[in-house]
Structure formats: C-alpha cells, structure tokens
C-alpha cells in the first residue's frame, strides 16, 4: 500500500518506489546465479528481496549466526572475514555492489561460516530461504534454473579454495 497524503498520492514517493524497484530488476538481471531466467521471473523474484541499510563497519551477521538468507549488495562494500578471537579480524574478500553472499543459508540450516561487516555505508537486498523455497516449490522450473547456478558458483568458489589450499601447503614445505 502506498503512502497517501490528504487523500491524494505523493507523486514523489511513488516515483521513488518506482525507481527502487526499477533498480531492484536490473541488479537482480546481472546476478549470475539468475543468468538464466526470463523477465517475469526476475520480477517476481526481485519483489521477494528486502531492502536492508547499514553504517560503515556496522556487523550484517556473525560466523556462528543461523543462516537464514542470501543477500546480494546494491550499493557499497561488504567485507567477509573470520574471527579467530574477539580481539582480531581475518579479512577474506571485500564485496562491491552486485555480489552475492550468504547463498549457503538457501540451501542448508547451517551456521554462518564467517562474518560480514559493512566495509562501507552498504545498502543490501536480502532473500529468506522460507521465500526461496516457497518461489521454488511453486515454480521448478525456475527453482532447477537457480540451483544449477548456485550450484556452478559453490563449485568455483571451492575450486577456488581447493587452489589456495594447495598453494598454502606448497609453500608450508619450504619453511
């Protein structure tokens, strides 16, 4: 429901929600794991994400929190990192507008394995795995799209890992 003035439409507000969810589309259509999907299926998708602000250096959640939701980042920097202890922070990769993280939580109830941390001012859309689920219940087709995307990307972000480990143990030999 939009908000009224005096009876009337505020005409800015409208127009405001308007180009929010124009931008809401277009953020979603460059997303990978969305690649294959049709106009009518990023739509309804993207009236499935919620808007979600946060301050510089402000905690998004924490290693150890339930996984409940992917998100991706509209506007900002979010940064990714472990906490061996409370006193230090391990950053593993910064994340620039039109990344995604936390797609874990859509496909397992497990806990989150690192933190995000708003690098800068950030502005996130958010996804919860009860509405995912549900969309992908009732539309499998796209839901089978999604997954073997989510799937590609798990699979090249542990390839990727597979690598860094290697090349960890490689150079371990030579200390």
Known sequence: MLPFLHGEPNHAIITIMADIESTRIQLLRQLEIFADLDASDIFRL?????????????EIFAEGDAGTSMMVVASGT?????KPDADSEEALILLKA???FGEMALLEELPRSATAIAHTPVMLMEISREEFLQDIREHPRCGVRILLQLARTLSARLRE?????????NLARWI
């Open 78 to 82: 979010v940064r990714i990192s472990q």
């Open 46 to 58: 993207g009236n499935l994400f919620k808007e979600r602000v946060f301050d510089a250096d402000r």
């Open 98 to 100: 039109g990344k995604v």
């Open 161 to 169: 890992t597979d690598l860094k480990l290697k090349t960890f143990i």
